[in-house]
């Protein structure tokens, strides 16, 4: 998924360095506590892309199957 902000918020890092995502967004992806996630700052500014656990796994696989270009 990719998220952008819209407006100055809440900060969406906790002290403890959880991303705090939004409930709609959470519910939208199917997102539980502690799921893991890999997330990557876009060249854009205010943009970042997260990526669940499974979805590396499946991407991943696929890469070494020779399945992506």
């Not at 969406?12 to 996630?37: K, Y």
Request: proline share 10%; net charge positive.
């Amino acid at each position: 998924m990719i998220l952008a902000t819209s407006a100055p918020g809440k900060d969406v890092v906790t002290g403890q360095r959880q991303l705090r995502l939004p409930t709609p967004i959470r519910r939208a992806f199917r997102l539980t506590p502690g799921t893991r996630l890999l997330v990557v700052a876009c060249p854009e500014p205010g943009m970042v892309a997260v990526y669940p656990a499974a979805s590396l796994d499946a991407i991943l696989l696929a890469h070494h199957r020779g399945e992506l270009s």
